[in-house]
C-alpha cells in the first residue's frame, strides 16, 4: 500500500520529538502498521535554531499553507500551540480534507466545537491524545475504555510545572517564590509561568475532559479557577500535621442536572493514590459507576513523552486511513454534544470540606468568637490546631472542617476578616478527600 | 441503522455484570453509538441458580451452538472460563464469522496463537481488553496508546486474591493461611485458590502482556512461575524493616535479543508507586523508550469493573462493525507474531537483588562463614540485620543484596543450606526496585 504522507506545522520540543519518532522509530511502526508514515513537509518562522533532530533542508517551509495546501499530505500534526494562527491552520486544513493531530488545549478548550464541528462536517478525524496528561492515555481511556461508565468524578494533576513546585515547597520547605525560581533553571517552568502556576492551563484541560465525560460543552471562563501563585509555605506544612499534601487539582464531578467543575490548589489525604504524584509528574483519578475507580499516572510534559502520544494518534489515523474507517469513533466520543441538559454548578453551591488559617492576635476569646460565626453559617470544625508561632505580629489558628456550602463559607469568612482581632485575610484551600 | 445482535456464553459473575451494563445502561451506550445493541441469546449449562438481574426466558439456552449458529449474532460474549469447552466454542464461532469478545486469559494465554490465527484467517476480530487487570485498560493501552514505544520493561500487581492476602499478612501482621482463610470467607478467594496463590494467574496474564508488548509468543510452561503460598510472615516483616513491600509480580524486559517473563513475590520500596497498591486492586508499570513511566491502576476482578472492561470491546466492536472497519488493528496489535527473533532468557541469567533470610544457629563464625561462600559466588552484601529472635531454636540473620546472578545466587544458597550451623532452608525473595 502506499505511503501515508504527513505535515508538521510547529516544529519547537514536541514537534522535534514527533520528528524523532517518525524517523528513528519508523522500523517498529511498520512492524504495528501496514503503510509506511513519510514526513513530508515541516513548517515553523523559526527554520534557523538548533534541533535535537536533523532534517533534510528541501523539506522545510517558513509558510503553513505549503503544507495545508499539499494534496499528497493527508494529515496534518499542529503544534505551534496558541489560539491564532493556530486555529486558522487547523480550519484550513480541515476544509482541505485534511485530518488533524494535535496538543493545543488552549486551543481546543477555547474553540473545540467550531473545530469539532468542521470535521464533523468534512468527515475528517481530528486527534489530541496528547493534549491532556502528555503520554498519559487519558483521552484515548475515556473515549474508548470507559464508554459504558457514567463518570460520577473525577480529579486530576494535570500541570507539571504547579506540581514539580508544590512538590518541591513541600519537599525542601522553600517558599514558592524559590521553587518556582529553581523550576524555571531547571527548565520545568517557562519564563512567564503565569498559564502554569495559575491554573489556566490546568483549566484548559479540564474543559477537555469534561466534554469527553459528560459530552458537555463548558465555558472556558465560567470555570472557578484558582492558581497556587499565593499558597504559602507555612500552609503547606500544617496541612502535612494534619496528614495532607497539597496539589494543584482539576475537580470535576456531576449528578443528571449539573455538572462541578474546578481548578484550585486542595488538599489531599497523605495516603490517597494521588498525593504520591511527585515532581513533573501528572496523574487522573476517574470513578466510574460500573468501573469504580482507575488511576493513570505518567509524564505529563516534556519532548519524547508528549510526542509518543502524538504518535500513538498518527498511528490511529494511519490504521483508520487503511481500513477507510475514518470517524469511527466521534472526536468526543459522544453522538451529539450538548444535549445532555445539564448546567454547571454554580462555584458558591459547591459543598466540600476546607481548612482554614486564621491570623489572629492572641487574646482568649478569639477561638470562641471565631468558631461562633463559623457555626451561625452551618460550618462545624473537625480539627483545630492552635500554635504559639507568630507571624506578623499575629498567630495562626488552623482547622480543618466538616463539610461545608461554599456560600456559606464565604460569608463566614467574610464576617471574620472585619473582626479586629484578625489581622490578615483568612486563608482557604479546599480539601478533596474522595478516594 | 440495524441493531447488532450480542449472544453471551457463560452466565457467571461477569456475565451477569455484562448484562447489567446491557440492559440498564443502554441509554448511555446509544448516546456514544449509531447502532443499537441487542442481547439476543444467553448460553449457561445452569440456568437455575439466581442472577442478581432477570432476563427473559426466552433467550436463555443451556446450547451454545445455539449461539455459535445463529446467523443474526454478530458478537459472541465468551465469559465461560477455561480451556475448554471455551477453545472449541470459540473456533466455532469465528468458523462461523462471528466476532469473539472474551476474557479467558488462561485460554489465550495456553491457545492465543491458534485462536489469533483463525480470526486472522476469517477475517474477524477477538478482543479481550478484561483478559488483564479487570478494568484497567491495559490491552488498549499497549495496542494503541504505546505503538510507537520499545517497552524497556514492566511489571505489575494482576492477582487480585493474592493482593489481598499480601495486604492482609503486611497490615495485620497475620499469617498466609488466616489471611487466605479470611479471602475465602469475604469472596476475594476462591475454595480451591492455586491459580491465585500459585502465581498461576498472574503467569497466564504476564503471558499475554509479553505477546502485545514484544510480539512474541511465550510457551507457558517456561516462564519461571513462584507463588505466595510459603511466603512467611517473618520475610513480609524483615522486608518492612528494609524499607519494603512484598508482592506477587508479574516481571518482563527485553533488549533486542532476549524477554524476560517471570512471576514470583518480590520486595518493592514502600515509596515505588506500585507499592501503594493494596487490597483487591491491580496496576502495571510499563516503561517505553518515549514514553517513560506509566502506571494504571484499577480493580482488577469483580462484577461491574470486568464487565465494564468486557463492555469497551463491545463498543469498540459496534463502532468497527457500523463502519466496516474490521481487524483496523491487529488482534495482538503486530501485523507479525513471532517474527522478533527473541528468546526468552533462561531464568539462571536473572541479574537482579535479593533478599535472604539464613535461619543459623548462634555462632560467632556463622556471619564470616555465609558472606565469605556469598563472596565466592560475586554476590556482595548491601545490608544485613541480626537479632535475637529465636525461631525453632535458630536465630534468623537477613541481607540485602547488590545485584547478582541467578544461577550464582543458586549455587552459594546450596553451598550455604548444607552447612551443619543452617538450620533451615534459605529464604530467597527477589527484589524489584526499577521505578
Avoid at 493514590?273 to 482507575?294: K, P, Q, R, Y
Avoid at 481500513?323 to 459547591?350: F, H, N, Y
Avoid at 476546607?354 to 470544625?381: A, N
Amino acid at each position: 500500500m502506499k505511503p501515508i504522507n504527513i505535515g508538521l506545522i510547529g516544529w519547537g520540543t514536541v514537534g522535534s520529538g514527533v520528528v524523532k519518532i517518525l524517523l528513528e522509530d519508523q522500523a517498529l511502526i511498520q512492524k504495528k502498521l501496514e503503510r509506511r508514515l513519510i514526513l513530508k513537509r515541516i513548517a515553523d518562522l523559526d527554520l534557523e535554531s538548533p534541533r535535537p533532530i536533523q532534517v533534510d533542508s528541501s523539506i522545510l517551509t517558513t509558510n503553513a499553507e505549503d503544507i495545508i495546501k499539499d494534496p499528497e499530505i493527508e494529515i496534518i500534526i499542529e503544534l505551534m500551540g496558541g489560539l491564532e494562527p493556530a486555529r486558522t491552520f487547523i480550519l484550513k486544513a480541515i476544509a482541505a480534507g485534511k485530518h488533524v493531530v494535535t496538543a493545543n488545549k488552549a486551543l481546543l478548550a477555547t474553540h473545540g466545537q467550531e473545530i469539532f464541528k468542521a470535521a464533523k462536517e468534512q468527515g475528517v478525524e481530528i486527534l489530541f491524545e496528547a493534549s491532556v496528561g502528555g503520554c498519559i492515555p487519558v483521552i484515548r481511556t475515556l473515549k474508548e475504555d470507559l464508554p459504558a461508565n457514567h463518570i460520577n468524578h473525577f480529579f486530576g494533576i494535570l500541570n507539571g510545572t504547579a506540581n514539580f513546585i508544590l512538590t518541591k515547597m513541600s519537599a525542601e520547605g522553600v517558599d514558592f517564590d524559590q521553587a518556582l525560581a529553581e523550576a524555571q533553571a531547571k527548565g520545568f517552568a517557562e519564563a512567564d509561568p503565569t498559564f502554569d502556576v495559575d491554573g489556566i492551563d490546568t483549566a484548559h484541560k479540564l474543559a477537555i475532559l469534561v466534554s469527553l465525560a459528560y459530552g458537555h460543552e463548558l465555558e472556558l471562563d465560567k470555570i472557578y479557577v484558582e492558581g497556587i501563585s499565593q499558597l504559602a509555605l507555612l500552609d503547606i506544612q500544617f496541612a502535612a500535621e494534619f496528614g495532607y499534601v497539597v496539589k494543584l487539582l482539576a475537580i470535576s464531578s456531576s449528578n443528571e442536572s449539573q455538572i462541578e467543575a474546578r481548578v484550585h490548589p486542595a488538599l489531599l489525604p497523605r495516603d490517597h493514590v494521588l498525593a504520591g504524584v511527585n515532581g513533573s509528574f501528572n496523574a487522573i483519578f476517574f470513578n466510574g459507576h460500573n468501573v469504580g475507580d482507575i488511576l493513570l499516572y505518567g509524564q505529563g510534559s516534556g519532548m519524547m513523552p508528549t510526542a509518543s502520544a502524538v504518535a500513538s494518534d498518527i498511528i490511529d489515523l494511519a490504521r483508520s486511513i487503511s481500513k477507510g474507517a475514518l470517524r469511527r469513533v466521534p472526536s468526543l466520543a459522544w453522538r451529539e454534544i450538548g444535549q445532555d441538559g445539564m448546567e454547571l454548578k454554580p462555584m458558591e453551591e459547591t459543598i466540600t470540606t476546607y481548612y482554614f488559617r486564621f491570623s489572629v492576635l492572641d487574646r482568649p476569646s478569639v477561638l470562641s468568637k471565631i468558631s461562633g460565626i463559623l457555626g451561625e453559617h452551618k460550618i462545624s470544625i473537625s480539627a483545630v490546631i492552635q500554635k504559639g508561632r507568630e507571624v506578623k505580629g499575629a498567630v495562626p489558628i488552623v482547622m480543618m472542617t466538616h463539610e461545608a456550602k461554599e456560600a456559606n463559607v464565604q460569608k463566614a469568612l467574610s464576617e471574620i476578616n472585619q473582626l479586629d482581632m484578625v489581622r490578615d485575610k483568612t486563608v482557604l484551600i479546599r480539601v478533596e478527600d474522595r478516594f
